[in-house]
């Protein structure tokens, strides 16, 4: 028997798989080439979608000013968090690399609340809801998926047809070896900073049409997102591509069987049992 | 020195009696309770095993507890047996196949978060029973009597205070009992470097499963203890991410290398929530979090080895230092 929800069920979870795809990119791209996990990662999503709400809903700016806004100061952001957090501490143990970046998180996350209070925001730009035969698919789902998409493209040829992705790549490859060959390491992860961050404001101004924003917003996704990344390997871009669309069809699928919280916990009982298949992530290895 | 450290402990057990406001006594309950459950914490995460999964057992305790007395009547005298036994199984869970699997730093962390936003999954979807994100009371067994020794509920916070005072004491006891041990070296050469450990026949797995072990068990029962004394509970103040990171951190800002380093931590993270709000009021939202993470960013560049690892390393710079006193 055809079931057109299981079906629209089973396109919600490729549209938001593509949008945590994106998010799982950002942060395999800095954990590849630095060896750093940003646990504030969704944290400075949080704060994009802050800056696209108050530029766009407050100062009346037009969206995509707000958007490239967004998406310089959470590039700014991130350079910014690896020059005056992760530097200081890339010799040390690599947990507290970890534990710094925590620290972060309850920094933004209470600055936040500070500066922005508690209340819900909403950007209150609403979109149609598109209708294909019975199928109901949201619009900035799909405008997210597409962007997600080619974000993804665009970076696959920026690391391997310029100049500085190739640095970066070769990087990740060996640290030690290739300051040797001319590469600066330390512009090279400031870049790369950079780029996760802008890659974060690019998430952040996807997220801002989907959902209500508030200071604690990034603790609901950000281990999702974690989670994405280490079942696809830890630094492994392609792996996190496509363990983003496996866990969001467990998500959406699960969620349409039983409830959406199910969902989830169907999705990370199945990141547990892969971890324990495969230890280095379905795809061990990186880059 | 071991005399010195009995009196205070003595002093502090009889400082209750002198009559100290509910508030004040409040507040070191709680510090005791946290003390406890970071102490359990950092006896595995001193080792080098940096669970982001504790929340998990935190909020076994609280809940297996709580749902057992509201929804069949069991006393959680029954209950605690139920909720060890169900963490041993989870801690088990985790532990072994990562331990097997040489899961181990970032990974571990990660892996063990999955644990922690299960449990959060688990208990906001079964809404219908925990009361889902709103949060649970146990019913009350205190309508005709200050007391129920059956419900383990006290209306008198005397009795909380030398309840929780015996269990972080308790906790001490255990650190220092793992200390001692020789497992403790063994679980040092393990987290140097795990490879050489186990080739010179260190038993790997089965230790840092006995640790994991101990210390899931102390938050477990941290866990029912926090829920018979708030007699509330919230999924988001007993599991997910957010107690598992208050947990790693009060652990580390403390210091967790040492014995009361966990302690150390909890008072401090108390007194700077607490001072802050008495400073400010209830209006300034997100003040003490935005200053506590903050701080801990702090601690984790200049004292990675937390408040009182740094205090006593200074200590001992400036005993080195200063002139001896002359001995004839």
């Known amino acids: 028997m055809f079931d057109v929800f299981l079906l629209e069920a089973v396109l919600n979870g490729v549209l938001f798989g593509g949008i945590l795809a994106l998010l799982a990119l950002g942060l395999n791209l800095i954990f590849g080439v630095i060896d750093v996990v940003w646990i504030c990662y969704a944290e400075l999503i949080m704060i994009g979608m802050y800056a696209v709400y108050y530029l766009h809903a407050v100062y009346a700016l037009p969206l995509w000013l707000a958007f490239t806004a967004c998406i310089i100061l959470v590039s700014l952001l991130g350079a910014a968090l690896h020059q005056f957090v992760i530097r200081p501490v890339l010799s040390a143990e690599p947990i507290n690399q970890l534990l710094v970046t925590g620290g972060v998180l309850f920094l933004l ?38 962007v997600a998409l080619l974000g993804m493209i665009g970076m696959y040829l920026f690391l391997t047809r310029t100049y500085l992705g190739t640095a970066i790549r070769a990087i990740s490859q060996d640290r030690s070896v290739m300051p040797l060959m001319g590469v600066n390491p330390r512009r090279i992860f400031l870049l790369t900073s950079a780029l996760g961050g802008a890659l974060a404001g690019l998430s952040a101004c996807l997220l801002v049409l989907q959902y209500d924003i508030h200071p604690a917003i990034g603790l609901s996704f950000g281990p999702v997102v974690f989670l994405v990344c280490v079942l696809g390997g830890l630094g492994n871009i392609i792996g996190g591509f496509v363990a983003a669309f496996l866990f969001a069809q467990f998500v959406s699928v699960g969620g349409y069987f039983f409830h959406l919280e199910w969902g989830y916990v169907l999705a990370f009982l199945f990141f547990v049992a892969a971890m324990f298949w495969r230890p280095r992530g379905l795809f061990g290895g990186r880059l | 020195m071991k005399a010195l450290a009995w009196i205070a402990v003595v002093a502090l057990a009889l400082l209750p009696l002198v009559g100290l406001g509910n508030y004040p006594l409040h507040l070191m309950i709680i510090c005791l309770l946290w003390a406890y459950v970071y102490t359990g914490w950092a006896l595995m995460g001193r080792l080098g095993m940096t669970s982001f999964g504790h929340g998990a057992f935190l909020s076994i305790g609280a809940y297996v507890v709580v749902m057992g007395w509201n929804h069949f009547g069991l006393s959680p005298w029954l209950g605690i047996p139920v909720a060890l036994a169900l963490t041993a199984l989870v801690a088990l ?23 922690s936003e299960i449990a959060r999954m688990i208990i906001v979807a079964l809404r219908d029973y925990t009361g889902g994100s709103l949060g649970v009371t146990p019913n009350t067994a205190l309508s005709n009597s200050s007391w129920s020794l059956l419900a383990l509920q006290f209306s008198s916070k005397l009795v909380w205070f030398y309840v929780v005072l015996a269990f972080w004491l308790a906790g001490l006891w255990i650190w220092t009992l793992v200390d001692r041990s020789m497992v403790r070296i063994a679980l040092e050469a393990i987290s140097q470097e795990e490879d050489a450990a186990a080739s010179i026949g260190i038993g790997v797995t089965r230790l840092k499963l006995g640790v994991t072990m101990i ?32 947990m790693v951190f009060g652990a580390i800002a403390g210091g967790m290398f040492l014995r009361l380093g966990p302690t150390v931590g909890a008072v401090f993270t108390l007194l700077l929530t607490e001072g802050l709000r008495l400073a400010l009021g209830h209006d300034v939202h997100g003040l003490d979090t935005t200053l506590y993470g903050l701080l801990l960013v702090l601690f984790i560049i200049f004292m990675p080895r937390g408040i009182l690892g740094t205090a006593l390393a200074l200590a001992q710079r400036l005993q080195r230092t200063a002139p001896r006193p002359a001995t004839a």
């Open chain 2, 215 to 246: 210390s899931a068990l102390m938050t477990c029962l941290g866990g029912v203890l926090y829920a018979q004394y708030q007699l509330y509970l919230n999924p988001e103040t007993v599991s997910g991410i957010g107690v598992s990171l208050q």
């Open chain 1, 109 to 146: 996350q209470g600055t936040a609340t500070l500066a922005f209070g508690v209340e819900f925001k909403n950007l209150g730009v609403q979109l149609p809801t598109l209708r294909v035969g019975e199928l109901y698919l949201s619009t900035t789902r799909l405008i997210a998926f597409v």
């Open chain 2, 93 to 115: 869970l985790i532990g072994y196949p990562c331990f097997r699997l040489k899961i181990v730093g970032h990974y571990f962390a990660l892996v063990t978060l999955a644990f």
